[in-house]
Structures are given as structure tokens and as C-alpha cells.
């Protein structure tokens, strides 16, 4: 943490201050994000910290990304329908696959 300190010294510093440090064994982290996406971080290195009656946790590792589950609305079926004229099940198997309305109707016009 601060260069040329003894970890020890720090551990007592930190204990004197009312900090409270605990690795935690994991082999995977998943953060699920607000839009269905998830960070997955491999062979992580966790730390839990316990400060002012707050718990905070730090991680490194491997990390990746994964996007979230494609929500296929009616409303967009309808729109790529009345704008290539193409049968609800084309709509639907090219949106599930470009994930976007737009790109959708690019690739089947």
C-alpha cells in the first residue's frame, strides 16, 4: 500500500485505526449488471475490508464480459414487419441475432 512500509507495521496501523482486512478463497466473481450483461472475473484475488461498521470488497483478476439476454419486443417484430415485409419469423430469428431494431432492418431490406 504505501512504499518502504513493513506489512506487518501496516496490519497494526490499520488494526490501531479500526480497519479490518480478510482474504476470501473464490475461484469466480459474477457481477450481474442493471442491463442483464455480467462482469466474470476468473481467479480472483478477494479482499474483504471492514472500516466504520461499512464492508467494501476488493477484487483483481481475469476479467471478461458478458453481454445480457436479447429482449425481443412486440412492438419491434411489428416495426421490422411493416418496414421490409418480411414473415414475423424472419423478423424474429434476425433481431435475435443482431440484438438491434435498426440492424435488423438494415439486413433484411
Not at 473464490?26 to 480472483?44: F, G, M, Q
Not at 483483481?60 to 411493416?82: C, F, H, K, N, Y
Request: glycine fraction near 8%.
Amino acid at each position: 500500500m504505501f512504499p518502504g512500509l513493513n506489512p506487518k507495521k501496516m496490519q497494526q496501523v490499520m488494526k490501531q485505526m479500526g480497519i479490518a482486512q480478510e482474504e476470501i478463497s473464490a475461484s469466480r466473481v459474477i457481477i450481474e449488471k442493471t442491463d442483464n450483461s455480467r462482469i466474470i472475473i476468473e481467479n480472483p484475488s478477494v479482499t474483504k475490508i471492514k472500516m466504520q461498521g461499512q464492508e467494501t470488497f476488493q477484487i483483481a483478476g481475469d476479467a471478461t464480459e458478458q453481454a445480457g439476454e436479447v429482449g425481443i419486443s412486440e412492438q419491434d417484430v411489428q416495426a421490422i414487419i411493416e418496414k421490409t415485409g418480411c414473415s414475423e419469423e424472419q423478423a424474429r430469428e434476425v433481431l435475435e441475432k443482431t440484438g438491434d431494431l435498426a440492424d435488423a432492418i438494415l439486413e433484411l431490406s
